[in-house]
Nanobody, 119 residues
Framework: QVHLVESGGGLVQPGGSLRLSCAASGSLLSIYVMGWYRQAPGKQRELVADITSGRTTNYADYVEGRFTISRDNAKNTVYLQMNSLKAEDTAVYYC?????????????WGQGTQVTVSS
């Protein structure tokens, strides 16, 4: 069993930055693919970025160059640094942990943290 707790969301102006954190507890975390997803009102949950145990990263096209995902296995924590935020980045952001041999979108989920980009 894996437990995930997100933090760092909030209200930010367009062009601003936020850093989300996801603290994980459980066994075999170091082998899991860790990811950030988001869900805006009326839309489906979508992958923002993920990172493997070997720190290979994958980003959605719409965040490439603006967001950076990283992980600290010693602290069992994954981060999402979000820069140059836009209004369309407004969503609930969810942390995810999955075995590397399972499908994207499967695995364990945190409770989510709200990010609102507005002037």
């Amino acid at each position: 069993q894996v437990h995930l707790v997100e933090s760092g969301g909030g209200l930010v102006q367009p062009g601003g930055s936020l850093r989300l954190s996801c603290a994980a507890s459980g066994s075999l975390l170091s082998i899991y693919v860790m990811g950030w997803y988001r869900q805006a009102p009326g839309k489906q949950r979508e992958l923002v970025a993920d990172i493997t145990s070997g720190r290979t990263t994958n980003y959605a096209d719409y965040v490439e160059g603006r967001f950076t995902i990283s992980r600290d296995n010693a602290k069992n924590t994954v981060y999402l640094q979000m820069n140059s935020l836009k209004a369309e980045d407004t969503a609930v952001y969810y942390c995810n942990a999955r075995n590397p041999w399972t499908a994207v979108g499967s695995g364990y989920w945190g409770q989510g943290t709200q990010v609102t980009v507005s002037s």
